[in-house]
């Protein structure tokens, strides 16, 4: 496993330093977007996700041997301490894997440069890791639920049991994210309204940068994980004539509300996002209404709106 980080994080610094060459834009998006930082945050995360399985994998293997209350309690307690941390860290590698291959598909582009897809390849030797415990992990699942059947089972059981569908849930997450830098299924690009300059110009910078960050946080999610971008999400449904459709969603980020809509085009094998306001929420249902009206306008063969 250690081999495996230390090869992802190398190849993620070679990148770099390779396709900031493409042209000054390369270089300068990748100094604006911070990818040199997101590499060292990368190798940390990496490290500690791997300490927190070890943890919480070798309290689980303590269980399973010793089907005991205290060892039980101990697992669930393992998990229920280390699991925020491994969250925390998947976090950090999504950011910096996924704005690393995106800066170097698109400011950062070299024609037939073997790099992005070295480094896809050493993200898969990471899911060669997960099955080796599988197997044992699912048969403490099927012992404890016995056991949660028997009313004076202890409460142990249970608590064990809830801890890990949790951490079950966890791993599901990690690899469907691995599953998609490895494999991806669409590239995710993001388009830009004048409206939405407009809106963006008002914010200061600070504020910017937090925005840009939740939203991309959550745009991702749409590569790996629909469920939980339509958790971070509302989708809008307007009312449009029959057989028309508009993906209309609304980003809630403290007091400011980023409308957007999504396009798949699997011709082009992409995902686009185009932003259409970021206004603060007093402002939201005035703005909204404008855009489904512009939306109907379109779809309808109207007359367009800037």
Known sequence: MNAAIENICSLGLKILKVHQSASEKALEQS???????????????????????????????????????????????????????????????????????RWTQRAGRIEGSALPDEYRASYAQLISFAPEFKP?????????????????????????????????????????????????????????????????????????????????????????????????????????????EASLFVLPVDTVRILFTVDEDPVFGQLTVTLLRAVRSDCHDEACESIIQTLYSELTGGASHG
Request: with cysteine.
């Open 136 to 244: 044992r992990l699912e048969a403490l699942q099927q012992e404890l639920l016995e056991l949660a059947h028997d009313p004076e089972a202890d409460k142990s059981v249970q608590a064990l049991l809830s801890a890990i569908t949790r951490y079950n849930g966890a791993l599901d997450a990690a690899r469907r994210f691995i599953q998609a830098i490895v494999e991806p299924p669409l590239e995710l690009v993001f388009q830009e309204t004048n409206l939405f300059i407009e809106d963006w110009k008002s914010y200061p910078i600070e504020e910017r940068g937090r925005l840009a960050s939740d939203l991309n946080d959550c745009c991702q999610f749409l590569l790996y994980d629909e469920a939980e971008f339509n958790k971070r999400a509302e989708a809008v449904n307007p009312q449009l004539p029959e057989g028309l």
């Open 31 to 101: 100094r604006h977007w911070k990818l040199e930082e997101r590499q060292k945050e990368e190798r940390a995360a990496l490290q500690q996700s791997f300490n927190v399985g070890e943890i919480v994998l070798g309290q689980l293997d303590v269980a399973m041997q010793r089907m005991e209350p205290e060892f039980l309690s101990a697992a669930a307690v393992a998990i229920d301490q280390n699991l925020p941390r491994f969250e925390e860290a998947f976090v950090t590698m999504r950011h910096a894997a996924l704005d690393l291959l």
